[in-house]
């Protein structure tokens, strides 16, 4: 049963009016026409939703993507799997330390080559990951930009070679050649590839001072005895600047008495005439600076009767560039390194006993970082142009 909203009088549940008060009793629904929405403003919100989507979209893919990581210098940090690593251009010496700059120097239309060396440490902390952060790389390369046209310069791709530069990810050779003086630049850039598509660039400027050459032979000055040769060094150090590399070509003389080398760097450079008498020392060659600068000795015999110095040096007089295998016959006696100076460079020694150290003090020997010989490359005749130049530069390295 139901009753009547009206007056309260009971009624069957089919009724639809009250007897008594004739009013109805079915509730009547009101009819809502249909609101009218303009086409413009559902077209406005479609294009909101789509351009929503959109932008999800491509924060979902930007976060997933590969990155470029390139801060336009010689350090950048880089994060996988919750790793932090640093990855730097540095000297051997100093493989946390990011070196932006490399300086080099030397004279014009020679080619010379040195090592760039790229390190992958934990950030934060002095210690190589080199080991782990190779599983993530898949390949790098490296090239050089910049140039003018006074400087031609190239560079190999990176290798490793930790029983050359231990700890170290990669070495990059870089050759030179300049065809005139003054200073030049380029840049070096090193790209890592990594396994998941990331791309790291690193970035080191090559500052290159090219200096004058002065070449001395027996026209310009007199060379038949030791004293000649210490009046021509005095006058080259009054007159010549210290950047400049200075080349003394001997005469097919021997030299009977002591030669002191004490003064500003100079290439010694024998010869041998018709005869086969050849540039000959048969008293000690001593090269005694501090400065650190390198020295050449080429095609110069040292004879005696193995029981004096046939030359002494400091210790970064170490020969790195002397070849054993031509030494040995007919010594001059032991070849000495004391204290800490410069570099010598030997090239077709022909006599002399296996070099011999006094033990005053541990010895490094210059192999890598601040230290690494330059390897100078003479230039084959007729290759005095620039396109010569280049033709030596495009030999493999």
């Known amino acids: 049963m139901k009753s009547c909203p009206h007056c309260g009088r009971s009624l ?17 629904k009101g009819v809502c026409p249909p609101r ?15 351009a929503a989507a959109v932008l999800v979209l491509l924060a979902f893919g930007t976060r997933s993507r590969p990155k470029v990581y390139d801060n336009g210098n010689a350090e950048v940090i880089y994060t996988s799997q919750g790793t932090a690593y640093q990855l730097c251009v540095a000297w051997a010496d100093a493989p946390f330390q990011p070196a932006h700059q490399r300086y080099a120097n030397g004279p014009a239309d020679e080619v010379y080559r040195y090592p760039v060396l790229l390190y992958a440490n934990l950030a934060g902390s002095e210690t190589y990951a080199d080991e782990a952060f190779l599983e993530l790389v898949d390949h790098m390369t490296a090239e050089v930009t910049g140039l003018d046209k006074e400087l031609q310069m190239i560079c190999a791709q990176p290798v490793r070679d930790t029983d050359y530069v231990p700890n170290s990810a990669a070495i990059v050779y870089v050759n030179y050649v300049a065809t005139a003086t003054g200073e030049h630049t380029a840049e070096l850039t090193i790209s890592l590839h990594m396994k998941n598509g990331d791309v790291i660039r690193l970035h080191q400027m090559q500052m290159v001072e090219i200096y004058g050459t002065h070449d001395y032979t027996v026209e310009d000055a007199p060379m038949d005895t030791v004293q000649d040769l210490e009046a021509l060094l005095k006058h080259i150090e009054e007159t010549v600047d210290q950047k400049e590399q200075v080349n003394i070509h001997l005469p097919p003389v021997t030299y009977t008495e002591k030669l002191v080398l004490d003064g500003r760097p100079v290439n010694l450079t024998g010869s041998r005439d018709e005869s086969g008498n050849r540039t000959t020392f048969t008293d000690t060659v001593q090269v005694d600076t501090q400065s650190g600068t390198v020295w050449f000795f080429e095609d110069i015999d040292f004879m005696g009767q193995g029981s004096g110095t046939g030359l ?71 290759a005095g142009s620039q396109s010569g130049a280049a033709e030596i530069l495009r030999q493999p390295i």
């Open 12 to 28: 069957p549940e089919e009724a639809s009016f009250c007897p008594c008060c004739a009013q109805t009793v079915n509730v009547r």
């Open 36 to 50: 009218y929405i303009p086409g413009r403003v559902l077209y406005s919100t479609l294009i909101v939703f789509a």
């Open 312 to 382: 002494s040096a400091s210790a970064r007089g170490v020969p790195d560039g002397l070849p054993l295998r031509r030494m040995g016959h007919r010594g001059a006696g032991p070849y000495q390194f004391l204290g800490g100076g410069p570099r010598i460079h030997f090239r077709e020694q022909r006599r002399g006993l296996p070099c011999q150290r006094r033990k005053r003090k541990p010895i490094r020997q210059p192999v890598f970082g601040r230290c690494f010989p330059r390897q100078r490359h003479r230039r084959a005749a007729g």
